[in-house]
């Protein structure tokens, strides 16, 4: 079974940049497309990006268009999302998840705060 690390959360001010990872083991990471997919307090999961196998092809919802860039590194089995302009709205729990199956990592926390 696969598994999914995420790292790169923390708190920072409006407008200011994350870079988030996620290593993936246990599957062929190339062989499948991913996601991101974020929880904020007291609401549901939201999917934030999509990126195929080998990273052609990407979308966004809309709130995170602009912002937000998805990438891959196939030779080192990790997912990376850029984040930039972030807002408060972006405060979350953020997690990545692997393509076609329920596998999901433990999430990093990004807090946008004054």
């Known amino acids: 079974e696969g598994q999914l690390v995420e790292s790169g959360g923390g708190l920072v001010q409006p407008g200011g940049s994350l870079r988030l990872s996620c290593v993936a083991s246990?599957?062929?990471?190339?062989?499948?497309?991913m996601n991101w997919v974020r929880q904020a307090p007291g609401k549901g999961p939201e999917w934030v990006s999509f990126?195929?196998?080998?990273?052609?092809?990407?979308r966004y919802e809309d709130s995170v268009k602009g912002r937000f860039t998805i990438s891959r590194d196939n030779a080192k089995n990790t997912l990376y999302l850029q984040m930039n302009s972030l807002k408060l709205e972006d405060t979350a729990v953020y997690y990545c998840?692997?393509?076609?199956?329920?596998?999901r990592g433990q999430g990093t926390q990004v807090t946008v705060s004054l």
């Open positions: 998840a692997q393509g076609g199956t329920t596998t």
């Open positions: 246990g599957f062929t990471f190339s062989t499948y497309s």
């Open positions: 990126i195929n196998l080998g990273g052609g092809s990407t």
